[in-house]
């Protein structure tokens, strides 16, 4: 079975599981994903989110991430291997998730990889700041609008801000207003990172949607 901890500086999760829990959840974001066509550019972006999402669980299953040894008696004691993820990314991937299951035929085993994936997500919310928690709970799979051609830079740039600001439970409590400002396009943060990013794609000779950030806020987890 799935678990997730948060980290200790409240960044983010770190999610584990056996073998086959990973490769299954990794089944379920490729399936979901791959119901998207990377050359649309309304729907390129959440592709390269489910990307990154199922890269960090492949490597995880493969043993290259975290492995811990956990014991479930006196005489067993099984590897379990794990990856971390910053919160805002994890909510955002979640959400992605869920706004495209809802246009697939996914089974009752990819629907039961979604629901443990959010349920292990909300104990370690939860664990880390019940008070925080309660307002970041409702944005797991629901309330991002995260279908637009914005969203694998906005992705970015909220990873950005989050990772960079100050470690804590205050920042943590941040996180709803951080996702639902970007993601909004009535916002003036939305506004304000729109209009550089029209003047970075004008400088790179380029579309919005092709932009990425090429330096990233070192992670202290």
């Given at each position: 079975?799935?678990?997730?901890i ?78 971390q ?28 990889n ?102 990233f ?5």
């Amino acid at each position: 079975m799935l678990q997730a901890i948060a980290t200790k500086s409240g960044t983010g999760v770190s999610i584990f599981g056996d073998y086959a829990d990973l490769s299954s959840l990794y089944d379920t974001v490729h399936h979901i994903a791959d119901a998207l066509d990377e050359e649309n550019k309304y729907q390129r972006g959440q592709h390269m989110l489910l990307m990154n999402f199922a890269y960090e669980i492949r490597h995880a299953y493969q043993g290259t991430r975290l492995i811990q040894r956990m014991s479930f008696d006196d005489e067993q004691s099984f590897n379990y291997y794990g990856f971390q993820l910053v919160w805002t990314d994890v909510l955002i991937f979640v959400s992605v998730l869920r706004e495209n299951a809802g246009f697939l035929s996914t089974g009752r085993l990819n629907q039961a990889n979604l629901y443990l994936l959010e349920y292990v997500l909300e104990q370690a919310l939860s664990s880390y700041d019940a008070t925080g928690a309660a307002e970041i709970i409702p944005l797991l799979g629901r309330g991002l609008n995260i279908d637009g051609e914005l969203s694998f830079i906005i992705y970015q740039t909220v990873h950005v801000q989050f990772v960079g600001d100050r470690s804590g439970k205050a920042r943590f409590r941040k996180i709803p207003h951080l996702l639902r400002s970007y993601f909004s396009s009535w916002s003036p943060e939305h506004k304000q990172m729109l209009h550089s990013l029209t003047q970075s794609a004008k400088v790179h000779g380029c579309e919005i949607h092709e932009l990425e950030f090429s330096d990233f806020p070192e992670i202290k987890w």
